[in-house]
């Protein structure tokens, strides 16, 4: 029979429990104990020790050891290099779910393949998925995403039958979260979630720290306090500290000896501390719990403005709480239980506090896929709400940062908004970038970035004319699915938010772009030629400046005497430095001398073989024709247009007026540019600074 297990992957220690002859229990790990370390360290000949082991050796090698690393779940940049290798937060949390995973194995003596495993419920989208990553990185099919709070109230309400309206005040190492929860019988719906997932147990930790330095017997020179106080704040991701590897070992007994204190605060009102030899001095010392409490005040305050805000969002007041359950092991600390007596009432303590979690994943695990040796079938439903607001962002006026929210915070999970409409700014705009965003702020910038794409393919048309329809889905872990459409596009477009580049770490960057040149290099072309080496790379400069990340290229195009035939050569798109130096020596007439007349059937091909040079359909296509001469085939020009339109490429035009050159511009949303009035008197990178402008205004809905 195959057991799926439910696991409570925390910021300071894990739990897996599973569902055993009609009861959740908790899978032994280290010695006996259900709880695991969320620690990792690993030795200079590269073994790997993931648990108590690594939490014991962070002490005495702290630069080869990462904790806490769930705080780091889903930035997109944190690392940690050990002795040559580097680890992501996800490694670091697939290291500490696979030794689960194997703790179940031993205690089942089955594989296990399935798991439940849950989230603070205010974890936005990339923490969430970067949770569900590590799971598949262990070995583990993601049964699914489970708030903690959520399932704290099913291992505390299962089978108890009766209606009531809970609130869970979950305060782990790492995070803090606050659900309330509608329950009916095995029916749990939850109304309202708030928290921060970078507030827990570990910053009381850090502030007791603080307090034990500046009591040490004799003071060490300024300049070591500093150091001390400076690697104790440190966060990874940060920059490196460069100390010295007694400061960093002083900094992890200190950080012992206040966890430890912590703990005995719990139960008793003095916490004797002492360090025979710490920075050269002593450290012996008495601390109160009067002290304790006026340290991490400020923060439990923070978790009561919290409880507050969550009891409006769910438009109740205090009184109307059945009950308010406690999870987590922070919620040891007396002070809170004061204080969340004061603000809504006497809260109950479960004897699992923490493994209560887990438990309750385990439930849930059990409930989806039941083990073959209950016949009795686990009853239990749920629903859980997202914590943020999701939304694009758009643009009104000047503003162009505007966050528009299409799903409200508290919408329950599995909901979707598919009828929000958006269109264009601009007239004959081919492309709009959709960039996707989750938060409480006004602006984009004040947001998670989620993720982007660029629906493509657009046909020309007056500004505000085309619909484009956006539509958000929420799975029921939570993790969200983009898809937009144009009611002139017969395909949709789709963001897979699990393959979101970690390089946009700016939310108001725009779409990325491939810019390429098509220069005639026929003899009147001299001073645009040297215009655009000359101004190329200020050009894009500007363009990157401005928002757009862009690779320039240039085809260059001409026709040798007494032939037919023109030639042409591609270089690009690559990055604008590289394509500079590529083209730093073309000359005028070195394909052939003769005129370029496009617009006439000679020219089709080079169209042809400009327009495949854009090969990446995720950027936009950009092009920018140079030529003083015109062809006047209609059918020809009608096949470029063709050519341009059909690839998508908007092409901007520094021509001949009131020719083709403006049709082609015209026709693919691009802007024209006289050539021959402004030879002579206006700066050629001043017209390139006008397409530039148009470049960046390009993709915004």
């Not at 920018?624 to 015109?630: G, H, K, T, W």
């Amino acid at each position: 029979m195959a057991y799926p297990i439910g696991i409570d992957l925390g910021t300071s220690n894990s739990v897996a429990c599973v569902w055993k002859r009609g009861q959740p229990q908790c899978i032994p790990v280290e010695g006996g104990g259900a709880i695991l370390p969320s620690a990792l360290s690993v030795t200079p000949d590269g073994n790997v020790l993931v648990g108590s082991a690594a939490k014991k050796r962070a002490i005495i090698e702290p630069a080869g050891s990462v904790l806490s690393a769930k705080r780091f779940m889903g930035d997109g940049k944190t690392t940690w290099t050990i002795h040559g290798k580097t680890y992501t937060p996800i490694q670091v949390s697939a290291l500490i779910l696979q030794r689960l995973k194997e703790a179940a194995v031993n205690y089942l003596r089955q594989p296990v393949t399935e798991a439940v495993i849950t989230v603070p419920a205010y974890f936005d989208n990339n923490q969430k998925r970067d949770t569900k990553l590590a799971g598949e990185a262990a070995g583990l099919k993601v049964l699914q995403l489970l708030q903690e709070p959520t399932a704290a109230a099913i291992s505390y309400g299962q089978d108890k039958g009766r209606d009531q309206t809970l609130m869970v005040y979950d305060l782990g190492g790492g995070t803090f979260d606050v659900s309330i929860l509608k329950v009916k019988g095995n029916k749990y719906d939850v109304v309202a979630v708030g928290g921060n997932s970078h507030l827990g147990g570990d910053d009381f930790d850090l502030q007791v720290a603080e307090l034990l330095v500046s009591r040490l017997k004799r003071k060490p020179p300024k300049d070591t306090l500093d150091a001390v106080l400076t690697v104790l704040r440190h966060k990874a991701g940060e920059e490196d500290i460069q100390t010295t590897p007694e400061i960093r070992q002083a900094c992890q007994r200190l950080k012992e000896k206040a966890e430890a204190a912590k703990l005995e605060l719990s139960e008793s009102n003095i916490a004797h501390v002492e360090l025979p030899d710490v920075l050269g001095t002593q450290l012996d010392t008495e601390l109160t719990l009067k002290d304790y409490n006026a340290l991490i005040g400020p923060p439990v305050q923070q978790t009561i403005k919290c409880v507050n805000d969550t009891l409006a969002s769910a438009r109740l007041r205090a009184s109307q709480i059945d009950r308010v359950i406690l999870v987590g092991g922070s919620t040891r600390n007396r002070l809170v239980k004061q204080e969340v007596t004061k603000a809504v009432k006497e809260p109950w303590t479960s004897e699992w506090v923490d493994e209560a979690v887990a438990r309750g994943a385990a439930i849930v695990a059990a409930a989806g896929s039941p083990p073959e040796e209950d016949s009795r079938p686990i009853e239990i439903t749920f629903s859980d709400v997202t914590p943020f607001d999701l939304g694009v962002r758009a643009s009104k006026g000047s503003d162009l940062d505007l966050f528009e929210v299409l799903i409200r915070k508290n919408t329950p999970i599995g909901s979707s908004q598919s009828n929000r409409q958006f269109t264009t700014r601009k007239t004959n705009q081919k492309t709009v970038e959709i960039a996707v965003f989750q938060g409480n702020g006004s602006h984009c910038r004040e947001n998670t970035f989620i993720g982007k794409f660029v629906l493509t393919g657009i046909p020309p048309a007056p500004a505000g004319e085309p619909k484009v329809v956006v539509e958000l889905t929420m799975d029921r872990s939570d993790l969200l699915s983009v898809t937009a459409t144009c009611s002139t596009l017969r395909s949709e477009q789709k963001l897979d938010v699990n393959m979101v580049s970690k390089e946009d770490d700016r939310p108001a960057t725009a779409a990325q772009a491939d810019i390429m040149f098509l220069v005639d290099t026929s003899g009147s072309m001299s001073a645009e030629l040297v215009g655009v080496k000359k101004s190329g790379l200020e050009f894009a400069e500007k363009v990157t400046n401005a928002g757009v990340s862009c690779r320039l290229g240039v085809v260059d195009f001409d026709k040798p005497v007494f032939r037919d035939t023109y030639r042409w050569e591609v270089f690009g798109p690559m990055p604008p430095e590289q394509c500079m130096g590529a083209i730093k020596d073309l000359k005028i007439g070195r394909l052939g001398g003769c005129g370029c007349y496009v617009g006439d059937a000679g020219t089709v091909p080079v169209i042809e073989a400009f327009a495949k040079t854009f090969t990446d359909n995720n950027r936009l296509k950009i092009g920018i024709l140079v030529s003083d001469e015109v062809g006047k085939d209609p059918a020809s020009i009608a096949s470029i247009v063709r050519i341009l339109q059909d690839a998508n490429v908007c092409m901007h035009v520094f021509g001949v007026p009131g020719s083709c050159h403006e049709t082609i511009a015209e026709a693919t949303g691009g802007k024209f540019w006289d050539i021959i009035a402004s030879r002579g008197h206006v700066n050629f990178s001043e017209l390139l600074d006008g397409v530039a402008a148009e470049i960046t205004n390009l993709a915004l809905l």
